[in-house]
């Protein structure tokens, strides 16, 4: 968090360079209030209302507007910390509780999901970095992982359109398996726990994950939270090897003429918290706070990010990524569903 906050400090150099990021992070934070309130009203997903919000105010985001340098500090800064606590509800304990067999199979889960996101992407003419952000973001935690992967791969001109086609393709998936993933279950004659072992380890993000989860019931909803966090402690892990594969390969971006650190500070963060949550060093009440401190800014960096992404650049992604990411859920869901019956 040390890390973090330097850079946060060097960034805004005191309230003279904070006041032009104002309005852009208003309206920012504008966009991300209305998303929510239509979500508890109408029960959509608040990070998907939020990223159509967002696109259906990209004129905001055009060079001179007073609003555009506060929404890009928003999608990069605000992003970054919303990822970093997020480290608060980690911890050992919570990873040991559900047992070897069930965290190895979510591990690998991951893991071989992203492999196949590498392979399948050849067959859609999708680059490298378009399936390691669509398979890490399919893998892990759906829009928190594919903001925090955004951040660590290499820019190009299409980095901004492929981020936000991830998170909307991405959460839309998530909902619809929200409906479908706790009937399959029942096809399936699974109990309570593999219920809750194959809705966390599938589903992409985690609201989705506890409203399956508990439409089964108590223990299958609390065990698919469990399974769906071990997959977020992933995230730092799977980020830490994306950077240094990029590091080895020459590509990583220069910054002010150096190199980025191996390990951003954002990732610094959310495993200082997560060491600290391990020790019992954070109050559940401070846990709990930083869980939802972590779920506004990043639900306010993904309305940042929409509003910064032109609406018919989205049109330019295509069927083929699509269906890489259908082919992502459907391999995932797989592989879930094969392993449980084999350690069952």
């Given amino acids: 968090m040390t890390s973090l906050a330097a850079r946060l400090s060097t960034r805004l150099g005191g309230g003279d360079a904070l006041r032009p990021m104002f309005p852009g ?38 060079e001179g507007t007073r609003t555009a340098p506060g929404i890009g500090f928003t999608a990069r800064t605000v992003l970054r910390l919303g990822v970093a606590l997020l480290g608060a509800r980690i911890s050992v304990e919570m990873l040991a509780a559900l047992g070897g067999p069930a965290i190895a199979l979510v591990v690998a889960g991951v893991i071989l999901t992203i492999g196949f996101a590498l392979i399948a992407s050849r067959f859609v003419g999708r680059s490298w970095r378009f399936a ?7 893998a892990i935690c759906g829009a928190s992982a594919a903001m925090a992967i955004a951040a660590v791969l290499p820019r190009h001109e299409k980095s901004e359109r492929d981020l936000v086609f991830t998170v909307l393709c991405v959460t839309v998936l998530s909902t619809v398996a929200m ?20 809705l966390g380890g599938t589903i992409h993000d985690v609201a989705q994950v ?46 002010e003429g150096r190199r980025p650190p191996l390990l951003p500070g954002f990732v610094v963060g959310f495993l200082v918290l997560a060491a600290l949550n391990s020790l019992g060093l954070i109050p559940q009440v401070l846990a709990d706070g930083a869980g939802a401190l972590s779920r506004w800014a990043l639900l306010i960096a993904i309305a940042a990010v929409g509003i910064k992404t032109s609406l ?19 391999f995932l869901g797989v592989f879930i569903v094969s392993g449980l019956h084999w350690i069952a």
Avoid: H, W
């Fill in 132 to 138: 390691l952000l669509t398979g890490g973001s399919v």
């Fill in 210 to 255: 506890v409203g399956a989860g508990f439409s089964i019931g108590p223990e299958a909803g609390e065990t698919a939270t469990l399974v769906k966090l071990i997959r977020v402690s992933m995230l730092a892990p799977v980020v830490l090897c994306f950077s240094l594969v990029i590091r080895q390969k020459g590509l990583a971006e220069l910054s």
């Fill in 179 to 198: 409906i479908l993933y706790p009937m399959l279950a029942q096809l399936f004659q699974f109990g309570a726990r593999d219920s809750g072992v194959f």
């Fill in 25 to 62: 992070f208003a309206v920012s934070v504008l966009v991300a209030v209305t998303a929510q309130f239509l979500s508890d009203r109408y029960g959509a997903p608040a990070m998907l209302l939020a990223l159509l919000l967002g696109l259906a105010l990209n004129f905001l985001a055009d």
């Fill in 312 to 330: 018919k650049r989205m049109f330019e992604v295509g069927p083929g990524a699509i269906a890489l990411m259908v082919a992502e859920t459907v």
